[in-house]
């Protein structure tokens, strides 16, 4: 992977880009309360669409998708290659989660983090998908849907695209920290079902 200032340049790029919360500026927009005060208080498509309905909810998936992928094309499109598209994903996923403009206070990032797999590893799309798609069906839980996703993703790497393996292990990582307050009311009995939310 060739490191150079502009690499480094797109990596800040893919954070601040990342950092584009698609629920919020959607819920300024149409003058609607912060999506961090209602529902799950996640900034993401799910509770844009608990809140605020079908069409924004996907208006906040497109955005977030656009988010991720914009930064990641450009990279690879002048010739950086699969792993640097990757590792400006992972930033992108950080921002996400942790945005520089919204006080750093955002999203779960898993369905930036599908993107990223989807963008760098198509035919890992499917695979993440069903993973995520099984578990919450057996737990009735997408938070666990969501970490299992998230462990899995590293193997399927390791398996068929060993040279990703580093960067699959950091974009899962940030992931699951995000879901740290989700471990924890999982441990306690507290995890609300899909069914519930």
Request: aromatic share 14%; glycine share 10%; proline share 4%.
């Amino acid at each position: 992977m060739n490191i150079d200032s502009f690499f480094i340049f797109s990596l800040v790029f893919g954070y601040l880009a990342g950092s584009i919360s698609s629920a919020i500026i959607l819920c300024r927009l149409f003058k609607l309360p912060d999506p961090r005060t209602q529902g799950s208080g996640n900034p993401g498509a799910t509770n844009i669409h608990r809140i605020a309905g079908r069409w924004l909810g996907f208006l906040t998936l497109f955005g977030d998708f656009l988010k991720t992928a914009l930064p990641m094309v450009l990279v690879y499109k002048l010739g950086y290659g699969r792993e640097a598209s990757l590792w400006v994903g992972v930033m992108a996923v950080i921002g996400h989660c942790f945005p520089l403009y919204f006080s750093f206070r955002g999203g779960k990032g898993v369905a930036s983090m599908v993107t990223v797999v989807s963008l760098v590893i198509s035919s890992f799309a499917i695979l993440t998908i069903g993973s995520w798609l099984l578990a919450a069906y057996i737990s009735g839980r997408s938070s666990i849907a969501s970490l299992f996703t998230s462990l899995v993703i590293p193997f399927f790497g390791y398996y068929f695209k060993p040279e990703l393996f580093v960067a699959l292990c950091a974009l899962s990582a940030v992931v699951m920290i995000r879901h740290r307050t989700n471990i924890a009311n999982l441990l306690q009995g507290k995890e609300p079902l899909i069914a519930n939310q």
